[in-house]
T-cell receptor, first 111, second 115 residues
Framework: AQSVTQLGSHVSVSEGALVLLRCNYS??????LFWYVQYPNQGLQLLLK??????LVKGINGFEAEFKKSETSFHLTKPSAHMRDAAEYFCAVSDKNQFYFGTGTSLTVIP | EAGVAQSPRYKIIEKRQSVAFWCNPI?????LYWYQQILGQGPKLLIQFQNNGVVDDSQLPKDRFSAERLKGVDSTLKIQPAKLEDSAVYLC?????????????FGEGSRLTVL
């Protein structure tokens, strides 16, 4: 079975600082990987996805993620945090059109 | 393009009562999902439809939860009778393609509080 592990349920960064949210996956086949963002009282919105093309994936709002097969990781980064980035972030892996979500990381941005 | 529509947005009921949630996916999306998201947790798949057929309902508590997608378009999720632990946000999502790369499009969710 596929699964993802998100290290750190809460991350706090200062405005303008680097954002790093960690995700490790387990998959028996080449995975399709996703990062979703959830703002309060809203559904999940796709940030970016990896589908076996370029290993460095650029998404919306300045986020990007790098697929590292050797480390089975798909960490999400953003060079400079903004207040509007405060939200819950979910990593997900997909297999046969079934999606498996991590437990989420809550990002707080400190002014 | 209209997104995934869900209703109601909020519902408060007492335990042992029943509740129903409705979802209308994006037009043309064959795959529809219902997820349960308990506070502080990631979404957990309850049921997945491909058109009007069930693909996966292995995590659906079938003694109290039921879902249908009769015409392969909109869907209803019902809970009867509700328990306190059913308090959660119920997310509906749809996907266009039948394949692993299909992006999920989510509705805003229906928040259920069971007292």
């Amino acid at each position: 079975a596929q699964s993802v592990t998100q290290l750190g349920s809460h991350v706090s960064v200062s405005e303008g600082a680097l954002v790093l949210l960690r995700c490790n996956y387990s998959s028996s086949v080449p995975p399709y990987l996703f990062w979703y963002v959830q703002y309060p009282n809203q559904g999940l919105q796709l940030l970016l996805k990896y589908t076996s093309a370029a290993t460095l994936v650029k998404g919306i709002n300045g986020f990007e993620a790098e697929f590292k097969k050797s480390e089975t990781s798909f960490h999400l980064t953003k060079p400079s945090a903004h207040m509007r980035d405060a939200a819950e972030y979910f990593c997900a892996v997909s297999d046969k059109n079934q999606f498996y979500f991590g437990t989420g990381t809550s990002l707080t941005v400190i002014p | 393009e209209a997104g995934v529509a869900q209703s109601p947005r909020y519902k408060i009921i007492e335990k042992r009562q029943s509740v129903a949630f409705w979802c209308n996916p994006i037009s043309g999306h064959a795959t529809l999902y219902w997820y349960q998201q308990i506070l502080g947790q990631g979404p957990k798949l309850l049921i997945q439809f491909q058109n009007n057929g069930v693909v996966d309902d292995s995590q659906l508590p079938k003694d109290r939860f039921s879902a249908e997608r009769l015409k392969g378009v909109d869907s209803t999720l019902k809970i009867q009778p509700a328990k306190l632990e059913d308090s959660a946000v119920y997310l509906c999502a749809s996907s266009l393609v039948d394949g692993r790369a299909g992006e999920l499009f989510f509705g805003e969710g229906s928040r259920l509080t069971v007292l």
